[in-house]
């Protein structure tokens, strides 16, 4: 009994010390180490990669179908009467069966296994692609939150010198009591907006963990990138190139070809159910009454057979040919959606083209405002010190300066994003 308890007491144990090693687990990730992370551990990624290892187990049993089945049978009674003994009675055989036609069937269900193992591997790259897109939004949100976090912390600190130089000055008459408390409301508005801003980040950096399929309580710090490579990133190549690289590129298209390949397939197999079916069959067997001369009773009761048999259809209610009238609407459909397809992809790209542009050209715009507003917010501060302006005026130029900063911010990694995800569409690898 206490051999039982100390096993039960370690595996509970063992469990909480695994439980707490990853949940305190320590990452700090680049972009790229998060899309290694992300591929491996992703437990949506893996699903489609065990679908994948079960059509390639598909494609390889209908493969055997070419060879001919064989199955065993063996049985033993005992026989009894009213007025007679009782007596022993077995049969034992062999009987094998082999297709020799089905209309092409049996070579177009492994071709059809074969496409569809392959289309599994064009799924998967297809997820991966939403998940690298995922990931850079996340990341890049984490990144955007942490820039102006630190900036938002910048502007506390100077509010709150600036609320206490207001008190000082109002308790000596300098300035109203009305403007020593907007500087005191000040204060406490930019510590609740980088309180929001901190949650933000919290937020999605639990949004890149689910993304990775890491634990919520791990901890998981990201290195920032450089991003002062933005001028190379601004570089397009041109419109009908990023165009003809996602076409031919992009899993989605590769995806509806192979939709159609199948229906095809679907169809040929419907149409052999009007042709006749032919198989060969072979047995032998053997059997006994009793046990008295157990092996000549075997030998004089060996039978063998073999034979062919060919079924031809007749009529079957029609379900053959409403299988065929299926079928072909479902190839036309394929067809209509692998066009529908080229047409989604070519308008997607077109619009995340010139978002691009428009993006690059907004982070420019930003840019230089941020800048203006940043100096022009020094110029005011320096002024109020000096009490030649108000409160107001230097609380509305702040305000200005961190409107300005926070659209800077986002225009930044709005560009990246959108920039990253035409590298995702033209198969380009994701770094940064």
Not at 52 to 78: G, V
Not at 167 to 178: R, V
Not at 266 to 275: C, F, G, I, V, W
Request: a negative charge; aromatic letters at 8%; hydrophobic letters at 35%.
């Amino acid at each position: 009994m206490k051999k039982i308890v100390l096993g039960f007491i370690i595996c509970i144990t063992a469990g909480t010390l695994s439980a707490q090693t990853e949940s305190s687990a320590v990452y700090h990730f680049t972009l790229e180490d998060c899309l290694d992370y992300a591929f491996g551990k992703n437990y949506n990624l893996q699903s489609l990669k065990l679908t994948e290892d079960a059509r390639a187990d598909a494609y390889e049993q209908s493969k055997m179908e070419r060879l001919p089945s064989l199955n065993a049978s063996l049985s033993e009674n005992l026989n009894h009467s009213q007025g007679a003994d009782a007596s022993f009675n077995g049969n034992y055989g062999l009987n094998a069966n082999l297709a020799l036609y089905e209309g092409g069937n049996i070579s177009r269900t492994i071709e059809q296994n074969k496409l569809r193992k392959e289309q599994a591997s064009y799924q998967t790259s297809q997820y991966e692609n939403h998940l690298t897109i995922q990931i850079l939004q996340a990341f890049l949100t984490v990144l955007g939150n942490e820039e102006l976090l630190k900036y938002q912390e910048a502007v506390i600190q100077a509010s709150e010198e600036q609320w206490k130089q207001g008190k000082e000055q109002f308790q000596f008459g300098k300035i109203l009591e009305s403007d020593y408390l907007l500087l005191e409301a000040q204060h406490a508005n930019d510590k609740n907006n980088a309180l929001n801003t901190q949650i933000s980040r919290d937020n999605s950096l639990l949004t890149l963990k689910s993304l990775l399929s890491m634990s919520a309580t791990a901890y998981l710090q990201i290195i920032y990138p450089d991003t002062t490579a933005i001028a190379a990133m601004s570089f397009l190549p041109p419109l009908d190139e990023v165009m003809e690289q996602t076409l031919q590129t992009l899993p989605d298209i590769r995806i509806s070809k192979y939709d159609i390949d199948l229906a095809q397939i679907e169809l040929k197999m419907a149409k052999a159910n009007y042709l006749p079916t032919i198989s060969l069959q072979g047995s032998i067997g053997a059997g006994h009454t009793g046990y008295t001369d157990f092996s000549s009773q075997l030998a004089d009761r060996l039978n063998e057979q073999i034979g062919i048999s060919i079924s031809i259809p007749i009529y079957d209610n029609s379900r053959t040919k409403s299988k065929v009238t299926q079928t072909r609407i479902a190839l036309q459909q394929a067809e209509l959606d692998k066009k529908q397809t080229e047409l989604d992809i070519q308008q997607t790209v077109v619009n995340e083209y010139q978002s691009v542009v428009a993006a690059y050209n907004k982070y420019r715009t930003t840019n230089i405002r941020q800048n203006a507003y940043s100096k022009t917010f020094d110029v005011y501060r320096a002024q109020f010190q000096v009490g030649s302006i108000t409160a107001v005026d230097l609380l509305q130029q702040q305000n200005n300066y961190i409107s300005a900063l926070n659209d800077y911010i986002q225009s930044k990694y709005e560009f990246i994003l959108k920039r990253k995800i035409i590298d995702v569409y033209r198969g380009v690898q994701i770094k940064m």
